[in-house]
């Protein structure tokens, strides 16, 4: 989405953020609602949900705010030494109640939630527009509704559940509701927009039809293995061996029900701007997508200078594993996120995930040098680069569901079948690492098949729900790794300032 596609969103200030209101107003304020002079014509519905898309790839969210939260944590990243006290929080897994952090993301994916809101309530009254195209941008906004949804309920559990419009500020305290409320409505939702939605791909960045099968995919099968495992929060689910099938029968329309996205087989091709963003065929179903060309951020990403070190430009080659491969200048970063040794020594020695994606040294000035895992200018991912930034200003979009995480959910919801085998294996002989054993049972199969999701999908904001999920927070980051967990282990705390301002929270 590139930044003239704002234009008309000034006069779509309708669904502003509800958090910080004070709840004794009296005067009706202004621009929470202006459905009256607002949604008339099938502009109005496009305006509407450019802007609610355009929360995605903010700063707050998808461009950093989320990888702060759902990276730092594991066993992935660590930051620098001079980073913010939320930072070290969320690393140390002792996170508070003023986390600030935590009250960005939480403050986003609400102002997410708003806006969708304002789609699913006022597109479908929208007179003399193309039927088609009303249903195509209602199903987008119950996609982002549900999208937003889930991210807040794993990561904070029970949660105010917002599905209307704010038309005064007495509507603003709401008392949160039960978790099994809210995967009710993420799911009730995901149906309606696979229904609604019926492009297999619209532009970059819009929801489609595999993007919600998929996404739907992907909750029910946390239900199944939450429940499974034991993990906090989650007796409520009650038939896991129907979640698995509805995981496998939407994971199932994802890989074999259409051709507008698929396996890549060359790894660095998945993560090439210029390869992703213009392919008939692509691993990249649904993305916060940026331009370099946007005149902020949020519109282009500075996202990549979190991962890149600090020291100085660097040049790779574009394949690692063949040394007359063209090279890439991808400039410096601000070092930011530091990987781990837990995730760079897990891997194997000849996993290509690691000799192709993870970037171990450089050249500069005709100079090699070498990483270290063990100081602050560490291998870093080469996921999230652009070798044709401007300044700051990157194309790298940020993947929220992947071809690659939809395949490991099938094989997850199969077990150790035919299917399930031949769906990890995949991934797994791409990463040139050999099949897994052909005689497991159902729990050492799905075992093997996180550790493989832990790899694929590294630095890529699944792996802390991955945990969660699998109630192995403890056994992994603990008793593996020698990490402390004093708080935020399966659910972060509630933002204070939420706590504050809405009394109904407290109840």
């Known amino acids: 989405m590139k930044k003239q596609t704002f234009k008309y969103i000034i006069p779509v200030i309708l669904s502003v953020s509800i958090l910080g209101s004070c709840s004794k107003m009296e005067e009706k304020p202004y621009g929470m609602i202006n459905s009256q002079t607002y949604y008339k014509t099938p502009d109005d519905a496009r305006a509407a949900i450019i802007y609610a898309y355009s929360i995605l790839p903010e700063v707050g969210y998808y461009s950093r705010g989320y990888y702060l939260t759902t990276e730092l944590p594991t066993e992935n990243l660590t930051q620098k030494g001079d980073a913010g006290v939320g930072n070290f929080e969320l690393d140390e897994l002792r996170t508070t109640s003023t986390n600030p952090d935590l009250d960005n993301i939480w403050t986003y994916m609400y102002r997410g939630i708003a806006r969708a809101n304002a789609v699913v309530a006022n597109v479908p009254k929208i007179q003399g527009m193309d039927a088609s195209e009303r249903n195509q941008i209602t199903g987008e906004g119950y996609f982002l509704r549900a999208l937003h949804f889930f991210n807040l309920v794993r990561m904070f559990g029970e949660v105010p559940l917002r599905t209307t419009t704010i038309e005064d500020a007495s509507q603003i305290p709401l008392a949160k509701s039960s978790m099994k409320e809210i995967y009710a409505q993420i799911i009730s939702d995901l149906k309606a927009a696979d229904t609604l939605i019926t492009k297999n791909r619209i532009s970059e960045g819009r929801a489609n039809k595999p993007a919600a099968q998929g996404l739907l995919a992907k909750v029910y099968l946390h239900l199944a293995s939450s429940k499974v495992s034991g993990s906090p929060g989650y007796d409520f689910v009650e038939n896991t061996d129907d979640m698995y099938a509805q995981a496998k029968l939407y994971a199932d329309k994802v890989i074999n029900g259409q051709q507008t996205f698929g396996f890549t087989d060359n790894l660095p091709d998945i993560f090439n701007i210029d390869i992703y963003k213009k392919a008939a065929?692509?691993?990249?179903?649904?993305?916060?997508?940026?331009?370099?060309?946007?005149?902020?951020?949020?519109?282009?990403?500075?996202?990549?200078?979190?991962?890149?070190?600090?020291?100085?430009?660097?040049?790779?080659?574009?394949?690692?594993?063949?040394?007359?491969?063209?090279?890439?200048?991808?400039?410096?970063?601000?070092?930011?996120?530091?990987?781990?040794?837990?995730?760079?020594?897990?891997?194997?020695?000849?996993?290509?995930?690691?000799?192709?994606?993870?970037?171990?040294?450089?050249?500069?000035?005709?100079?090699?040098?070498?990483?270290?895992?063990?100081?602050?200018?560490?291998?870093?991912?080469?996921?999230?680069?652009?070798?044709?930034?401007?300044?700051?200003?990157?194309?790298?979009n940020s993947p929220i569901i992947r071809y690659s995480d939809i395949l490991l959910t099938y094989a997850e919801a199969c077990g150790p079948t035919t299917d399930g085998y031949a769906a990890v294996n995949k991934i797994r002989r791409r990463a040139d690492i050999g099949d897994l054993r052909p005689d497991m049972d159902v729990t050492s199969f799905r075992n093997a098949v996180i550790q493989e999701r832990a790899w694929e999908l590294a630095f890529e904001g699944s792996r802390l729900f991955d945990l969660r999920r699998t109630n192995t927070m403890e056994k992994v980051l603990v008793q593996q790794y020698g990490k402390t967990i004093t708080s935020g282990a399966y659910f972060f705390p509630i933002p204070q300032r939420e706590l504050d301002t809405n009394p109904l929270m407290k109840k």
């Open 281 to 396: 065929v692509t691993e990249h179903i649904f993305d916060a997508a940026v331009d370099r060309s946007g005149d902020r951020e949020g519109s282009f990403s500075k996202l990549p200078n979190m991962f890149l070190p600090a020291d100085r430009p660097m040049t790779i080659p574009y394949n690692q594993l063949k040394p007359d491969s063209a090279t890439i200048d991808i400039g410096q970063g601000w070092g930011h996120f530091r990987t781990e040794s837990a995730i760079y020594f897990s891997y194997a020695d000849v996993d290509r995930r690691k000799t192709q994606l993870i970037v171990s040294k450089y050249t500069n000035a005709g100079q090699t040098y070498n990483l270290d895992i063990n100081s602050s200018s560490r291998p870093f991912t080469r996921k999230f680069i652009d070798a044709q930034r401007i300044g700051d200003a990157s194309s790298a």
